[in-house]
Structure formats: C-alpha cells, structure tokens
C-alpha cells in the first residue's frame, strides 16, 4: 500500500514537473515571439517624440569650471526639421534668434542686425557656448534613415528628477539599443541609447566618433506625460572634449500640437 502511495506521488511530481515545464517553455516562445527589434523601439522613440507643432519655453544652463551661465529661450517648432528659438536673456543674448529649416540655420545678430547662415566648418561650433553644438541642433531626419538599431540588452538605471530645489534619482528599466551609422553623412558615427521601456523616452545616450571615441553624453530626466505622449523636461549633455564644461537644460512651459503662426518659420521673422 505504502509502495503504490509513494509511487502515485512520484507520477503527480512528474507531471507537475512537466507542467512547469511547458509553462516556461511557452512563455519563453511568446516573449520570444512579442519581443521588439532595435527598429520597433527606435520608430517607438521617434513616434513618442516627434509633433506636429511645440512652444517651449526653456533656459540653458551652462557650467564651465565654476562659472555659471544662464540663458532663457522661446522656442516654436514643426515636425523635426522646422524650429525657430528667440534668446530672451541675459541683456548681452537678448534678440539672437535661430531659424531651422530642414538641413539649413540662420542665426540673427541684434547688436550688427545682421543674419548669419550657419554653414560648413561652423557646424562644429558651440551653440551659445554650451556643449551642444549647431550640428546637434540641426539634426532632423530620422535615426533609421542613417542608423542600423540593433538591441543589445535591458537595464535599469537611474534618472534626474526635480522635486523643487532637490534634485532626486529615479530608477527605470531600459532598453539599450546599438546605433551604427549606414551613410557617411553623420555627425557621430556610433550612438548606444537607453530607451525607458514604458515611456519609449531616451534617458541617456553615448555619442561616438568613428575611432571609437566618446565625445558626448546625454541625459534627460523630469519626464512629464502629455497626453498619450511623454517627454523630458530636463536634459544635461556633456561635450568630453571640453573641461569642466556640461550644460542643463530646463523646460519651464511645453505645449504640443498647437497652432502656431507660419511666419515663426520664415527668415523674415528673424529682423522683426
């Protein structure tokens, strides 16, 4: 009697074994099956970030060694190639005004009420002498029209939140996805990014020349929701070939998908 008890658990362990067994096998088939490329989550990036129409009003903080500079910007945009940004301070940055249209940029001197195309070598240069550069703020087309996405792996790391003057780390599961260029024409030939798996928000990204070597890092942080979509409200960058240097910069006010006057993005509205 003992011996047929002992063997019908035997049997119940055995099925059950292979029960669970099954269970994690199909959940490995439809994780499998439902995961998501390096395309699927940058065209998710790209469809989280890119509107129809924005107003910001923002301000660059820039930090060189202990000095600190503060700028403040308005700024309206179209799509990912159209933009125009008014600086409305300090007194000596009042009125320069930027015009982004498509792969070209127009900058408008008050002081020599004159406009400047900003072309070839000047490019490279620092905008407002922050870590960004006027290359960066060119930037339109997609990231897959230049990039191959390959997803490397998923890992948390830690994001910069503003609860007041406080500034607070929050932690978010990413993907980390491999950005390799596919046409000559970049600015960086290699980008590795960590796409907040929830939001589609990039938190941060390693930008890469074709050596090999870092030349940038970015962050953003603040995320607030907008409707079906999320956004950072704060970012930082990093240019690697400057010392002591990083840059802020805060979003004070965001309105997306807004009618906003077509003569923002013309150069006619850069001298008025």
Not at 158 to 166: A, L, R, T
Not at 260 to 268: E, L
Request: hydrophobic residues 40%.
């Amino acid at each position: 009697m003992k011996y047929k008890k002992s063997k019908i658990k035997n049997q119940e362990l055995i099925v059950f074994t292979f029960l669970v067994c099954v269970f994690y096998f199909c959940s490995f088939i439809f994780d499998f099956a439902s995961a998501l490329t390096g395309d699927d989550i940058i065209n998710k990036v790209d469809a989280n970030m890119t509107f129809g129409t924005a107003r910001f009003e923002a301000k660059m903080v820039i930090h060189i060694g202990d000095e600190v500079r503060e700028k403040k910007m308005l700024m309206y945009e179209r799509g990912k190639d159209t933009g125009y940004a008014e600086f409305l301070s300090p007194p000596r940055d009042k009125g320069v005004k930027y015009l982004k249209l498509q792969d070209n940029m127009w900058m408008y001197l008050p002081d020599v009420d004159k406009i400047i195309k900003i072309a070839g070598h000047m490019l490279r240069q620092s905008m407002m002498g922050s870590d960004f550069s006027y290359e960066d703020a060119l930037e339109s087309a997609k990231l897959l029209d230049k990039y191959t996405a390959t997803l490397i792996t998923e890992e948390g790391i830690s994001i910069p939140y503003h609860e007041g003057e406080k500034l607070v780390e929050r932690q978010r599961r990413c993907y980390v996805v491999d950005l390799t260029a596919k046409v000559k024409n970049v600015t960086y030939y290699r980008r590795m990014i960590w796409v907040d798996k929830e939001w589609m928000v990039p938190l941060k990204e390693d930008l890469f020349a074709m050596s090999g070597k870092k030349l940038k890092i970015m962050t953003n942080g603040d995320i607030k929701r907008f409707g079906e979509r999320h956004y950072p409200m704060y970012g930082t960058v990093s240019n690697l070939f400057r010392q002591n240097s990083y840059t802020e910069f805060f979003v004070a006010d965001a309105k997306f998908d807004i009618k906003v006057d077509p003569k923002f993005f013309t150069q006619a509205v850069l001298t008025k």
